[in-house]
């Protein structure tokens, strides 16, 4: 089992910042990738980044978010986090962190085996 805890949501104005945090703990050493997604109202859960755990953390990123997000891990601490910038009201949402525990990466929310409980990110126009 793996626990994963995320913070760092808020209210934001429109092209300001914002830093998720999500601290993982438990068989931490079991997971291939770590991933973000989010869901707005009325939406499905879509997939925003993620990184692998494990040699050089190669990423990805959702088209929408590219150029503006960054997501990263410290190892040590069990911490994934996402830098956003630029922020729009579209981006708002409750931000999920997720663990795979298989290869390869995934985009599909459905092939991510532990879940957060989620942080609230509402971006104002």
């Known amino acids: 089992q793996v626990q994963l805890v995320e913070s760092g949501g808020g209210l934001v104005q429109a092209g300001g910042s914002l830093r998720l945090s999500c601290v993982a703990s438990g068989r931490t050493s079991t997971s291939y990738a770590m991933g973000w997604f989010r869901q707005a109202p009325g939406k499905e859960r879509e997939f925003v980044a993620s990184i692998t755990t494990g040699g050089g953390g190669n990423t990805d990123y959702a088209d929408f978010v590219k150029g503006r997000v960054t997501v990263s891990r410290d190892k040590i601490q069990s911490t994934l986090f996402l830098q956003m910038n630029s922020l729009k009201p579209e981006d708002t949402a409750v931000y999920y962190c997720?663990?795979?525990?298989?290869?390869?990466?995934?985009?599909?929310?459905?092939?991510?085996?532990?879940w957060g409980q989620g942080t609230q990110v509402t971006v104002s126009s």
């Open positions: 997720a663990v795979r525990r298989r290869f390869p990466s995934s985009r599909n929310p459905y092939e991510y085996d532990f």
